[in-house]
């Protein structure tokens, strides 16, 4: 039987074991599209049956959260934490708090983490959590009473040598100080890295809001840079206007590029002039409203509720930033069409696969998100690193090593695609780079 053959094997065993966990499933195949190349270059990793391994979470938790609202009706959500896996070092990944959240999407999440984690070069596993309670429209107090009941649980399962939670989506500043604060009361001590994405004011880094954005543009800038090319000068179009999506349009501007779209659920915005960003983050990091307001400060500016920016607005570079599978088959059509030739996942698995192979069959350079927007990760390494020397950095120095980071897995990914004859292929690169980082630690502590 070939690889492929036996990949496609424990592919289907994957969903044997996993039924109705769709995101999981597309997270596991894109992995095994890839690292046929490595399981033949090193067959040792196929005797010690590392891929069926590593599809399997070390632990998957899952847990009841009661809190109570602001009129006193008691509600219950559902906690999830997957450490996936430990090789090289503390599951580390973020929470995400969002309805759509279930077993499936955490473990997707989880297992993207682990790749993206092994890229960065540092000593960390990969683990991801959550839970399907929506912070939208809820009060700070309500916010508070969740994240402490649901910390009253999770505590349990983490520790700076242990699972490094951070933030995901609907879980920014806010959430991982009363998080922080309830561990601190429960424990009794104040262990500063056992979450990440903290304030600046006890414990947090400089350039951690700003790192997967800026992360993503980095990325970006790099395999431009390797085609003769360049951001400065091009029409840019990132979805999202979240943390990541905002500091990837901020950083797209100082490079010299034009942001002129961005979005959020309700529909998007189009600012022919380049979004602004002031105005951006006084709506949605300030007020907290909907993208459709920024029209009120900018006049000249369109908001197309429930509109699809990647169908409406032509760009040269696309910078997916909001969610899983927001582009699909028809959206990358019409990209090309729109004369774009990079796309660069600011977000997890944004892109269908039918949209990555439409994107490869027309040229268009194409970074995942595991390699893409690593730079969160690689931006809480460090602060994990200046909490365990109860150190801190400047934004310039802290910006700098993320840059570095960033720098180094592109140069791997990129080396990598070549060493396996795939020139320019970044899925694989990326795929094949992170596999064979986390089997060779597994195949040296032994079966585990």
């Given at each position: ?22 995101e ?38 899952i ?16 906690g ?44 960390i596993?990969?683990?991801?959590g959550?839970?399907d ?11 508070m ?9 999770l505590?349990?399962?983490i ?38 994405g ?76 380049g979004?602004d960003?002031?105005?951006?983050k ?84 194409f ?9 969160g ?18 934004f ?50 032994g079966?585990?």
């Open positions: 039987m070939s690889t492929r053959d036996k990949l496609e094997t424990i592919f289907h065993a994957v969903m044997q074991r996993n039924p109705g966990e769709l999981f499933h597309q997270a596991v195949r894109e992995v095994l599209d890839s690292v046929a190349p490595a399981l033949d270059k090193h067959p040792e990793f196929a005797e010690a049956k590392i891929i069926e391994r590593i599809c399997e979470p070390e632990r998957q938790i847990f009841r959260v009661p809190w109570e609202d602001d009129r006193g009706e008691v509600h219950i959500n559902r999830f934490r997957v450490e996936f896996n430990s090789a090289l070092g503390p599951y580390k990944g973020g929470l995400r708090f969002h309805p759509s959240v279930y077993l499936g999407i955490v473990k997707f999440l989880g297992f993207e983490q682990l790749f993206k984690n092994a890229l960065t070069g540092m000593p596993g990969g683990g991801k959550g839970s309670f929506d912070p939208k429209g809820r009060s700070d107090r309500e916010v009473r969740f994240c402490q009941s649901f910390m009253t649980e505590y349990r399962h520790g700076e040598y242990t699972d490094v939670p951070a933030g995901d989506i609907g879980v920014g500043g806010r959430e991982i100080g009363y998080l922080f604060g309830q561990y601190k009361r429960i424990t009794n001590r104040y262990e500063s890295g056992v979450l990440t903290k304030g600046l004011s006890y414990g947090g880094a400089q350039v951690r809001r700003e790192a997967t954005g800026y992360g993503a543009v980095f990325f970006a800038e790099e395999m431009l840079r390797t085609a003769g090319d360049s951001i400065d000068g091009k029409r840019v179009v990132v979805s999202g206007s979240g943390n990541v999506a905002i500091y990837a349009i901020e950083k797209v501007h100082q490079l010299g590029g034009t942001v002129v779209a961005c979005s959020d659920s309700s529909g998007y915005v189009h600012d022919d002039k979004i960003l002031e105005v951006l006084q709506v949605k990091e300030s007020r907290r409203q909907r993208i459709g307001q920024y029209v009120e400060h900018r006049p000249h500016a369109t908001f197309a509720p429930g509109g699809n920016l990647w169908r409406n607005v032509p760009c040269a570079v696309a910078i997916p930033s909001a969610t899983q599978n927001e582009i699909d088959a028809g959206d990358a059509a019409a990209l090309i069409a729109g004369g774009c030739t990079t796309v660069v996942e600011g977000a997890n698995m944004p892109t269908t696969p039918e949209a990555v192979r439409l994107f490869a069959e027309a040229g268009v350079r970074a995942p998100g595991k390699a893409a927007n690593a730079g990760v690689a931006a809480s390494a460090l602060e994990m690193q200046q909490n365990a020397s109860r150190d801190s950095w400047t310039e120095y802290s910006e700098q090593r993320l840059q570095a980071v960033m720098r180094e897995i592109h140069a791997r990914c990129h080396a990598t695609a070549e060493e396996y004859g795939m020139p320019g292929n970044y899925v694989a690169g990326a795929n094949i780079d992170g596999f064979r980082r986390v089997a060779e630690a597994m195949l040296a502590q079966l585990i």
